[in-house]
């Protein structure tokens, strides 16, 4: 019986290791987001600044643009199911142009 003591034990530890990882992630995580958010403020918030420049703040925030781009490749389903959703509501001149945009980007 002491075995199956050890093995619990073993089982405890390996997932409390686990949760210290993921725990450690999103600290990271959060970290980087109020870092980024900071920047962004602080770009807003300049009174010299009259025209934003996204691309500026892109380009130098460090991570901004790796995060934005993942940001944007994990919504690209909730987009393609929004678009499916609308397509029932278009006239059929708005579909026909739909099309015609698809079959020039396809060449």
Do not use: H
Not at 7 to 31: G, H, Q, V
Not at 87 to 103: A, H, T
């Amino acid at each position: 019986m002491p075995r199956k003591t050890a093995t619990n034990n073993e089982e405890t530890e390996k997932d409390t290791d686990e949760l210290s990882a993921i725990k450690n992630k999103y600290e990271d995580e959060i970290k980087n987001l109020n870092r980024w958010l900071a920047a962004v403020l602080n770009y807003l918030s300049d009174d010299e600044v009259e025209e934003i420049d996204i691309e500026y703040l892109l380009s130098n925030t460090e991570g901004l643009r790796e995060w934005w781009d993942q940001y944007r490749e994990n919504n690209r389903k909730l987009i393609e199911e929004e678009i499916k959703k609308s397509l029932g509501e278009l006239s059929l001149e708005e579909l026909e142009s739909i099309r015609e945009k698809i079959k020039d980007k396809e060449k």
